[in-house]
């Protein structure tokens, strides 16, 4: 699947898991936001295995995935390496049972540093700003430089002006990687099945729905994106907003909210 796809599946997931979202140490209208947003962003996270640094003449040139390329060298030189270690593109950064507990593990080890976890919070925020970037106004998020200030700057606040560890991030993590995972799982390339990929051969788990940006993948995510919209009004505060709009409308077309 594309990034934007990845992104709203991950949303939409993130939304739906709201009302479970406290036991995992989530409290507050604010919090509850950037959960869902989390869900989103690292639902691309596991695409962090395609990218590099090409030389065309003397200008440097930065390819791979869009999470590769948020960052320009700092992500794209990280995607090389994990790449590397992961064996390639959808082998082991798409290993259904591996990839959630590693990724969800070196979260809660980051936590245990300061500038390790301002790291994993950066990285966090600019996933969720490439993920929200068709509701934000401006293209400052997807440009390298903006994305970066952003994202370190809303780091720094967290880590230095937060009144308890984000102890839900490792879970908004874990699950986002899940969910881009089962979404390649519904395309024709499929991902591996878990730990064959350690080979070097890989056998491939797949639904064969759709080529990867097809039309039915972007049909698929703008349904995602509805849901998550709907999921959030729902299972967030922001119902006692809404309700007092909609039950005139409904009322006034006798309807049953």
Not at 3 to 29: D, I
Not at 65 to 71: G, L
Not at 232 to 248: D, H, K, N, R, T
């Amino acid at each position: 699947m594309l990034g934007h796809s990845h992104a709203m599946s991950g949303l939409a997931a993130g939304a739906a898991t709201l009302p479970w979202a406290g036991q995992a140490g989530v409290t507050g209208p604010v919090e509850q936001v950037a959960w869902v947003a989390a869900w989103g962003g690292f639902a691309m996270l596991p695409d962090l295995d395609q990218g590099g640094i090409h030389w065309r003449g003397v200008m440097p040139s930065a390819t791979g995935s869009t999470v590769a390329r948020m960052w320009g060298p700092i992500t794209t030189t990280l995607a090389s390496v994990v790449g590397k270690i992961a064996g390639g593109h959808r082998q082991g950064t798409h290993d259904l049972l591996l990839a959630p507990a590693i990724f969800g593990l070196l979260t809660v080890l980051a936590a245990q540093n300061p500038w390790a976890s301002m790291a994993v919070i950066a990285l966090g925020i600019g996933l969720a700003l490439q993920a929200l970037h068709v509701v934000i106004p401006g293209r400052v998020e997807q440009t390298v430089i903006g994305n970066l200030v952003i994202s370190v700057v809303g780091a720094w606040w967290v880590t230095g002006t937060a009144s308890h560890a984000l102890e839900w991030l490792p879970y908004a993590v874990a699950g986002g990687v899940v969910v881009h995972i089962l979404g390649d799982w519904l395309t024709v390339g499929g991902v591996p099945v878990p730990l064959t990929w350690v080979g070097g051969h890989s056998a491939r788990l797949s639904a064969s729905l759709f080529k990867t940006g097809a039309k039915p993948e972007h049909v698929l995510a703008t349904m995602f994106g509805i849901a998550a919209v709907v999921l959030v009004v729902v299972f967030s505060p922001l119902q006692g907003y809404v309700a007092p709009v909609i039950q005139p409308v409904l009322t006034s077309a006798n309807v049953s909210p």
